[in-house]
């Protein structure tokens, strides 16, 4: 399989086949975990380091299994109290690491921007685990494959994006990609919860849950972003969920066999009803946390091909 590229930093440097690839091996290795036997060789005798600035459960985790079946040697380092909290700078711990020869890099920051200043400096493949407000792209892919396996494609559907747009990483790098798939997208919330340059998204946005849901094939909720805001951008939780949140009277306006998304965790009652999140016949949120793993174990499979081939024509 041919992917043209170094690391993995964003949704943006892909195109249609990037994408294509990438779903079609995962959607491989989510069969192989569902065997048995799940582990693979694809990674055997290269050095996978996790660095995460910013907690993280689910992500993290997918990250470390996703390695591990693949025969990583798997590092997890505890940036919290690393070197960066005594004053060492990214650019510091970039030189560290190369020092320590890894063959993948995988990081999540608060500050946008900040992977992709690491993927500069270090000699070895990054993937983006979330970087500030900026993207999120393994989260965009493992709900796209989610979606394709749900809907049986990854085109021409109607797919809402709903809640905290602002502050949501996870949204941005959705639009993009389910934009490259020519899909139609809405994008449904509070004006104080929409970006100031939402006009250029090129998406329909609403402010009203039932008239924005209407005839939806796919409702992605988001969650409220508290950790980013600085300011009063909701009244209550109670109003939100009165207004915003996913129950079965909004969902009602979609497609009867319409999908429900959710990236985690999630605020039951908030952003929506626990009830919902959890009824087999309408939630794919489970679906989304197996996928995250198979996606992972792609990117990261067919990133160290790209870095076998550039070290074999070094050494040639």
Partial sequence: ??????????????????????????????ELNRQPEKHGDALRGLTQINMFFENSTRTQASFEIAGKRLGADVMNMAMQASSIKKGETLIDTAMTLNAMHPDLLVVRHPQSGAVDLLAQKVNCAVLNAGDGRHEHPTQALLDALTIRRAKGRLHRLSIA??????????????????????????????????PSQVADFGVEVFDDMAEGLRDVDVVMMLRLQ?????????????????????DAQ??????EDAIVMHPGPMNRGVEIDGTLADDINRSVIQDQVEMGVAVRMAAMDLLAQNQRAARSAVAS
């Fill in 1 to 30: 399989m041919h992917f043209p590229h170094r690391h993995l930093l964003g949704i943006e440097q892909l195109n249609q086949q990037d994408i294509t690839t990438l779903l079609d091996l995962a959607d491989k290795y989510a």
């Fill in 250 to 255: 909004k969902l009602g306006a979609a497609r």
């Fill in 161 to 194: 994006i709903c809640g905290d747009i602002a502050h949501s990483r996870v949204a941005r790098s959705n639009i993009m990609l389910l934009g490259k798939m020519e899909n139609r997208i809405r994008l449904i919330g509070p004006p104080t919860l929409m």
């Fill in 226 to 246: 508290r950790e980013r805001m600085d300011g009063g951008f909701i009244p209550s939780e109670r109003e939100y969920f009165h207004r915003y949140g996913l």
